[in-house]
């Protein structure tokens, strides 16, 4: 739960109190274990907004990931002089050009004919650390559960937040109100308009 110590942390840090999380994918996931932590302080949390993505990723998901890392290595090992030739070395994994895109924003070069190489450090993008990213540190068993309602916005076309996903999520977040917009995993960016209305009403109850 490093990842949300740390948004913890900045808030005590800053004195921040009655925030709204607005959380994607794995922003999702964050805000979601901070929503849930018995030691939460009652007045740190006023709003949770979660982002097409479940408590549990699923098998699918996860394998989906694995094969992005698996691709970001083969890049890293083939050490490109263009974004072109990456494009091409990520299409397999990623074909969607929108992922594509998002996965090369990590990709930098340190000067003129040298290798485009990745800003992140090699271990993160491991087998071992993806299913450890991918593990939500809260079980169905262990009782926890944000009983205030909770925005949850998933995209027609994403597999994130499938109808038995959204029963998981039901076990931790009671009262979670389900909104679907037209798109696929990145509904922000496909429905930016929609989204925003979305969440600026639900914010403003």
Known sequence: MSMADDVIHLCQKENLSQISLVGHSMGGGVSMSIALRPDLPTSLLRKL????????????VIQEFLGYAAAMRKVAEAKPKSRREADALLKDAAPDTSMR????????N???GEPLRWRLPRHMIEDSTIHGLCNFPFSENDGVRYDPEALFIRGTHSQYLAEERIDIA????????METLDGGHWVHAEKPGDFIDMVTK???E
């Not at 907004?49 to 699918?60: A, N, T, Y």
């Not at 895109?101 to 990590?106: Q, V």
């Not at 039901?170 to 109100?177: D, E």
């Open 49 to 60: 907004v979660i982002e097409d993505v479940s408590p549990k990723i699923s098998s699918e």
């Open 170 to 177: 039901r076990k931790f977040f009671p009262n979670l109100r």
């Open 110 to 112: 340190d000067g003129r």
């Open 202 to 204: 639900f914010l403003k």
């Open 101 to 108: 895109l998002f996965l090369m924003t990590s990709l930098v």
